[in-house]
């Protein structure tokens, strides 16, 4: 077959990376089939209606919509076509333990003014983080986040000497919060940054600092509200798909990798086995976690171990609550801290238990998309943090953490909120493994809790197995929407040059 001759593309999973994977591969010709075990496409990004009360299940926030953007751009499609989105005016509202409330507001002159006033911080320091954030992403964006750490042609590259003189500035040798805490002069301001680290599932006290280039993300590049909720991302992904000749098999799980024996003893991959037929193909894309890709689709072959074994991120417990009132004090995006954050993260990474306290973020669509609540309510996602499964007795800790939560929001409102409650449902870590095959329910692939981290997540294609390729939150460059659009990016990157190189 000739090396730029259309090439049979089977995708495992359609999350928002397996979709953006589609799109790019479809769109250059490739003929692409995904291959997803629920009934709809989107993975994480879910949706839940109950009555007049529609809740995202996953995603909230929506950042860096040139991604989104780009990817429409690259696929020949007017985005605006698609979907809409206007960037927030107030980022998050955060409600401290000792009663102070802070708006983070989009624009830095107001906020670094809102910082002065409400806790004392000089508004100088703010600008300084910022202008450190943004001098971070700078450097490491075209190394870290678009391309592969695992394919030495990312190394003869001008941008990977820039990140390299800039290594002294990356903040790998501290802390988050070591160096939150060398910046801000109050702990208020502290707490506010370190929650960065929760972004990516992982610890202030143990990620290095970084990460501190997810706040440049949000607060110099702005945070967004896409119309309809998150959910309309999926539905402008999968049309988008659906045009460019991608075809759609739900409820048709993987169940293997198929692999053909080589010269040498080396392996190919050549197909995925699913409801029950074989289906060849000369590229298998994965938007399934790493883990069970390699332990449930592909048992026989020699697994990375060192990678699969990193500890994960953290997960999340999160209660949607459809609310018979609205609450003028609250904005869309929320947090009340907790009082002992050290303590709240210790629960987390290391007892792997229920904080008694934790951090509540509540995330209200209704008050930006009113269709999402009947009038007069409001759709409540009332999120913590938690860890990943580790036998603990969930039902326990789903049943205290709603006592909890409830307890911090009356506490913060002054006022009862429980016998407002019309509709509930919940979604605990054992629901995300089962929904979206997530290793231990875990949100964000492997933690991000030492300076080695991303050199440790798996690069987008397998050394062992040519023609597996790799995409979403569980690798290179990790989790959260934003990367999981890059993954796709490097994904498309990596099956051209095989094809340029005559791999095929
Ligand atoms: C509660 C929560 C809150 C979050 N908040 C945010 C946020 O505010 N902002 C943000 O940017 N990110 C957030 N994230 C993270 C974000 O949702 C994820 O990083 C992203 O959606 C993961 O996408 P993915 O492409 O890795 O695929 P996933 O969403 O993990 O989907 C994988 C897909 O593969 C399918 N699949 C698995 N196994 C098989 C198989 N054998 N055969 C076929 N199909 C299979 C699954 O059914 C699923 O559809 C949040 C996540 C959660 C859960």
Redesign the pocket.
């Known amino acids: 077959m000739a090396a730029n001759a259309p090439k049979n593309v089977a995708i495992?999973?359609?999350?928002?990376?397996?979709l953006a994977s589609a799109i790019r591969l479809a769109a250059r010709g490739h003929k692409v089939c995904v291959?997803?075990?629920?009934a709809c496409?989107?993975?994480?990004?879910g949706e839940h209606r109950d009555g007049p009360y529609r809740f995202d299940?996953?995603?909230?926030?929506?950042?860096l919509p040139e991604a989104l953007d780009e990817l429409f751009r690259d696929a020949g499609a007017d985005p605006a076509a698609y979907y809409g989105y206007r960037k927030l005016d107030t980022i998050c509202r955060y409600f401290f333990a000792d009663g102070k409330v802070l708006n983070a507001w989009a624009d830095p002159e107001q906020m670094a003014r809102e910082f002065e006033e409400v806790l004392g911080e000089p508004a100088e320091n703010i600008h300084r983080y910022l202008a450190q954030a943004r001098r971070l992403y700078d450097l490491t964006e075209p190394i870290f986040l678009r391309s592969s750490l695992h394919d030495w042609r990312t190394y003869w590259r001008a941008p990977w000497l820039k990140t390299l003189a800039g290594l002294p500035h990356l903040g790998a040798f501290q802390t988050m919060h070591r160096a939150n805490e060398q910046m801000f002069n109050k702990p208020n301001s502290v707490q506010l940054f370190n929650r960065y680290a929760t972004y990516n599932g992982s610890s202030p006290y143990k990620a290095p600092a970084t990460l501190n280039v997810i706040g440049h993300l949000e607060h110099n590049m702005g945070a967004y509200f896409l119309q309809g909720g998150m959910r309309s991302l999926v539905t402008a992904l999968h049309q988008l798909a659906l045009e460019r000749g991608v075809q759609f098999r739900f409820e048709?799980?993987?169940?293997k990798i198929l692999t053909r024996r080589q010269r040498f003893g080396r392996h190919l991959a050549v197909g995925v086995r699913?409801g029950g037929a074989d289906h060849p193909a000369d590229v298998v894309v994965s938007?399934?976690?790493v883990v069970?890709t390699y332990r449930?689709?592909l048992p026989e072959l020699r697994h990375p171990s060192r990678i699969l074994n990193q500890p994960r991120s953290t997960a999340?417990l999160?209660f949607y609550w459809g609310m018979d009132r609205q609450y003028p004090a609250l904005d869309v995006h929320n947090i009340l801290f907790s009082a002992d954050y050290p303590a709240e993260f210790r629960h987390l990474t290391e007892t792997k238990t229920l904080c008694p306290d934790p951090t509540v973020y509540l995330y209200i669509s209704s008050k930006a998309e009113p269709d999402d609540a009947p009038a007069g309510g409001e759709n409540w996602f009332a999120?913590i943090n938690v860890p990943h499964l580790a036998g603990q007795d969930w039902d326990t800790i789903v049943r205290d953490a709603r006592t909890a939560i409830l307890r911090k929001v009356e506490r913060v409102l002054g006022e009862p909120v429980a016998p407002h409650i019309r509709s509930e449902f919940h979604?605990d870590p054992r629901d995300?493994q089962a929904?979206?095959?997530?290793h231990l329910g875990a949100?964000?692939g492997n933690s991000s809790d030492n300076r080695f981290a991303a050199f440790l997540r798996h690069p987008n294609f397998s050394r062992k197995l040519p023609g597996l390729y790799f995409?979403?939150?569980?690798v290179h460059p990790g989790?959260?929407?934003?990367l999981?659009l890059l993954s796709a990016h490097i994904v498309d990157e990596q099956v051209l040059r095989r094809q340029q190189s005559r791999a095929f």
């Open positions: 495992i999973g359609s999350g928002v990376a397996g291959f997803e075990a629920a496409a989107g993975g994480k990004v299940l996953g995603p909230s926030l929506f950042t048709t799980p993987v169940e699913a938007n399934m976690d069970p449930q689709l999340a999160i999120m979604l995300i929904r979206t095959s997530s949100l964000y995409c979403g939150g569980s989790g959260g929407i934003p999981c």
